[in-house]
């Protein structure tokens, strides 16, 4: 606990300045509400499920497929 | 989820085969549609087309009366996307082209998304190394991941991958700048180079920046709990492959925004470079 102590007097109030304008800087690059929405479909990520589940529901699939991942990748 | 290259490649070559008759091999990316009975209908890979598509696919969905589907769990795993160790902390990555230069292909305005993979092992060694409060390397495997695989430019798409040895410099050091009860806080920064050339897909190809973060660990979990950063380079490519668009000409900014991602979604989508396994993504280091 000593050393926390020390720590955050020593170091902490620069980090803590630098914090926000990073912060402000993330955020500028954060996808806006639009680039997000095709986020809102409930998609599942394995696609044998996806057609055990249709076929459970008697539903049919619609399946999105790129290089990389539709949801994470590029 | 790999649908070629792994051992769903031959199911997947089929269902293309008979949901895009136009279909001559190659990329097989776009949309389909898939009946209940566990088969694909209908394929198509044109955004304005979409509507279309979904509405054909519903009417030959009603045409071909659902059928029990086999599905075994062999199945599922292997459909099953690289699943991260226990116990790592997943970092959500955007990158943009900021400003996008003048004259360039709008396809430069889209958004580049991945994850970053830090193992427990890799906290705990940071949490080791940076008790005293001095300056100190950031573990191998992180700078290698992110100089190698993640401080890219997939604006237009998935990158033609980077090698370690094309990194001529990543110097990251990490510093403990509070302590918190179980938490630690540290701050990062560091300078990273590459440059490679392999023609005729491109002649010269680079980026150079510099990084800048922090990040709070969770001591009893070696889980990372929060983690802000940002990379800001200068990439230049002469690559013609890309049919989505160019990229800008000459030397342009390319800016990464890196956050944790403790949401339920990071953890089903591996790092693009682990989508054919997580051990070749984990492994990755720069020879200097």
């Known amino acids: 606990m000593k050393r926390s102590t020390f720590l955050m007097s020593w170091l902490g109030a620069p980090a803590l300045a630098q914090s926000s304008e990073l912060e402000q800087r993330i955020r500028a690059l954060l996808p806006s509400e639009a680039e997000n929405g095709f986020m809102q479909v409930p998609w599942r990520t394995n696609i044998m499920e996806a057609i055990a589940e249709a076929g459970r529901a008697n539903k049919p699939v619609f399946l999105w497929v790129m290089n990389g991942n539709p949801l994470g990748c590029a | ?288």
């Open chain 2, 1 to 288: 989820m790999l649908l070629t290259g792994g051992p769903l490649n031959s199911w997947w070559q089929q269902q293309v085969r008979s949901a895009r008759r136009e279909w001559g091999g190659g990329s097989t990316q776009g949309y389909y549609v898939f009946g209940a009975d566990g088969n694909a209908v209908l394929g198509d890979n044109f955004i304005p087309r979409i509507p279309s598509l979904l509405d054909r696919g519903h009417q030959l969905w009603r045409q071909n009366p659902a059928r029990p589907v086999g599905v075994s769990e062999q199945n599922i795993r292997n459909a099953q996307t690289a699943v991260a160790p226990p116990g790592t902390s997943i970092i959500r990555l955007f990158n943009r082209i900021r400003p996008v230069p003048p004259g360039a292909s709008e396809m430069n305005a889209m958004l580049g998304r991945d994850y970053l993979w830090i193992t427990a092992d890799e906290v705990r060694e940071l949490l080791s190394a940076g008790a005293g409060g001095q300056s100190f390397a950031m573990p191998r495997g992180v700078v290698a991941r992110l100089a190698v695989f993640h401080l890219v430019d997939n604006i237009r798409g998935q990158v033609w991958p980077w090698q370690p040895q094309s990194v001529s410099r990543a110097n990251f050091t990490a510093r403990l700048v509070r302590a918190n009860g179980g938490a630690r806080m540290f701050s990062f920064s560091g300078d990273y180079a590459k440059r490679d050339s392999r023609p005729p897909q491109w002649n010269d190809r680079g980026q150079e920046g510099r990084v800048e973060g922090e990040f709070e660990v969770d001591v009893t979990t070696a889980k990372i709990t929060r983690f802000r950063a940002i990379a800001d380079s200068l990439a230049w490519s002469d690559a013609t492959y890309d049919r989505n668009g160019a990229p800008p000409s000459g030397r342009y900014p390319l800016l990464t925004a890196m956050v944790e991602a403790n949401d339920e979604l990071a953890q089903r989508v591996a790092p693009e470079p682990a989508a054919q396994g997580g051990s070749f993504y984990l492994n990755v280091r720069l020879a200097r």
